[in-house]
C-alpha cells in the first residue's frame, strides 16, 4: 500500500506540473479529441505538446509493455492515474482506434516484428488507423464480407468495398478483414491485414448524415497492396481476430453511456431555473432526469466491478455485448433529455444562439449509436445467447 501511496504522490505531482491549463477543460465532442497521425488536426498547440509529454512517460497506454510504448503499470495503479487525471480534469492526451482496438489485438495475436513496428507508432500518436469490417452487403452479417485478397507471393492485392469507415478519410493506415479463401464456410478463410490508406487504388469518400456531417466513409479497393508481413495471426484464421477486436470496440462505444462530467440535473437547473424549493417546476421532467443519473451511476459501478474482474489485457467477452446496448441506449436517453430541458432552443439548425445546432445535431447523431459497433439487436441476441445461456429461437 505505500508504494502505491508514494506512485500516487508522484503521479499527482507530475500531472500537475506537467498537464497544461488549457487540457484541463472538458471536450466538447469527438472532433475535439486528439487523434494524432501524420497530418493531426490541431485545435490547440497544447494537445501536441500534452500527447508528446504523456507518450514520454508511457502513459498514453499506461498498460502497455514498456518496449511497445507504454509504462507496464499495474491494475491498481492505472486506475490511480485515471483517479489523479479526473481529479484535476485532465483528458486524455490521445484517443484513437490504435489504442482502443487495433493495439490490444496486435498485443494479443501480432508476432514481434509487428508489434514493434506498430505498437510504439500508435502509443506516440504518430498513425492514426481506421478499421476495415463493414461491406454493403456484410453489415451485421459480417462473415459475408467479399473483399478480396489475391495473393502475390510477398504482398496482396486487395479489390472491394467497405463502408462505414470512420474516419477513413482523416487515417493513415486501416485494419481490414479480407477474404483469402472462398472454399470453407463464411467464417473460414477471413484474414486480418494491415496496411498503408496512403497509395494508389485506395479511394475514400465521405458519408453525410442527416445531422448534417459524419465521420463515416465510403472506402474503395482496386488492387491495393498489402504486405505479407502485414498479415495478423495466420491467413484464413482472421475472424477469430475480428471477434477478439470487436469486444474492445463495443467496450470503448459503451464508454458514451458514462455519466458526464457536469450532472444533467444541475445542467437543467441552471438553464431552467429552480422554485423556492430548489426543485425544477416539472415533476415529469424531474423523474426522467433523476432515473438517468441513477441508472448511469450503475451503469458506471458495474462496468468498473466488470473491469476490476477482467484480466489485465484481455476483453471482457460477452459482457461487451452488455455495455455496449446499455451504454448506448443511455446515450440516446442523455440526448433526448438535453432536448427536453432546452425546449424551444434546441430547435435552431444554425446561428451562435443554438451553437451551431449542437443539440439537435447530436441528438440525431445518437441515433446511430445503437447501429454501430454491431446493431442492438445483434447484442441482445449474444447477451441471450452468451450470458444467459437461453436457446435459439
Not at 120 to 144: F, H, M, V
Not at 318 to 331: H, M, Q, R, V
Amino acid at each position: 500500500m505505500s508504494d502505491l501511496e508514494t506512485f500516487r504522490q508522484e503521479t499527482r505531482a507530475w500531472l500537475e506540473e506537467n498537464c497544461p491549463e488549457t487540457m484541463r477543460t472538458p471536450v466538447k465532442s469527438f472532433e475535439d479529441i486528439y487523434n494524432g497521425g501524420r497530418n493531426p488536426e490541431v485545435d490547440h498547440p497544447d494537445q501536441v505538446v500534452w500527447c508528446e509529454r504523456m507518450a514520454a512517460k508511457g502513459w498514453t497506454v499506461p498498460m502497455w509493455p514498456k518496449e511497445y510504448g507504454g509504462a507496464a503499470l499495474s491494475k491498481e495503479e492505472n486506475k490511480i492515474l485515471a483517479q489523479e487525471m479526473a481529479a484535476i480534469g485532465a483528458r486524455r492526451a490521445l484517443d484513437s482506434f490504435g489504442i482502443s482496438m487495433l493495439g490490444p489485438a496486435l498485443l494479443e495475436f501480432g508476432n514481434e516484428e509487428q508489434k514493434k513496428e506498430h505498437l510504439t507508432k500508435i502509443a506516440r500518436g504518430e498513425i492514426r488507423w481506421c478499421q476495415g469490417y463493414s461491406e454493403p452487403n456484410a453489415g451485421s452479417d459480417l462473415a459475408s464480407l467479399a473483399t478480396k485478397a489475391e495473393d502475390k507471393g510477398d504482398h496482396y492485392l486487395i479489390n472491394g468495398q467497405k463502408i462505414w469507415t470512420s474516419y477513413a478519410d482523416k487515417a493513415d493506415w486501416i485494419f481490414c478483414l479480407v477474404r483469402t479463401d472462398n472454399t470453407g464456410t463464411k467464417h473460414e478463410g477471413i484474414s486480418f491485414v494491415l496496411f498503408d490508406m496512403d497509395q494508389p487504388g485506395v479511394t475514400v469518400k465521405p458519408i453525410k448524415l442527416i445531422s448534417g456531417n459524419s465521420p463515416f466513409c465510403e472506402t474503395f479497393f482496386d488492387d491495393a497492396r498489402a504486405e505479407k508481413k502485414n498479415l495478423v495471426g495466420e491467413e484464413g484464421k482472421g475472424w477469430t481476430i475480428a471477434k477478439y477486436l470487436l469486444t474492445h470496440e463495443r467496450e470503448m462505444i459503451s464508454g458514451m453511456g458514462a455519466a458526464p462530467r457536469k450532472s444533467l440535473g444541475q445542467h437543467a437547473v441552471d438553464i431552467i431555473g429552480a422554485d423556492a424549493g430548489g426543485r425544477l417546476a416539472s415533476p415529469v421532467l424531474r423523474q426522467n432526469l433523476a432515473q438517468y443519473q441513477l441508472d448511469t451511476l450503475v451503469f458506471g459501478y458495474t462496468m468498473a466491478r466488470v473491469g476490476d474482474e477482467a484480466k489485465a489485457g484481455q476483453g471482457l467477452g460477452a459482457a461487451s455485448s452488455i455495455f455496449k446496448y446499455y451504454g448506448t441506449e443511455l446515450n440516446k436517453r442523455r440526448n433526448e433529455l438535453n432536448l427536453a430541458v432546452f425546449g424551444e432552443r434546441a430547435l435552431g439548425w444554425d446561428g451562435d444562439a443554438y451553437d451551431g445546432g449542437t443539440l439537435t445535431r447530436d441528438w440525431l447523431r445518437s441515433k446511430g449509436n445503437s447501429i454501430e459497433g454491431g446493431t442492438s439487436e445483434v447484442q441482445l441476441n449474444v447477451i441471450s445467447k452468451r450470458v444467459l445461456g437461453l436457446p435459439d429461437a
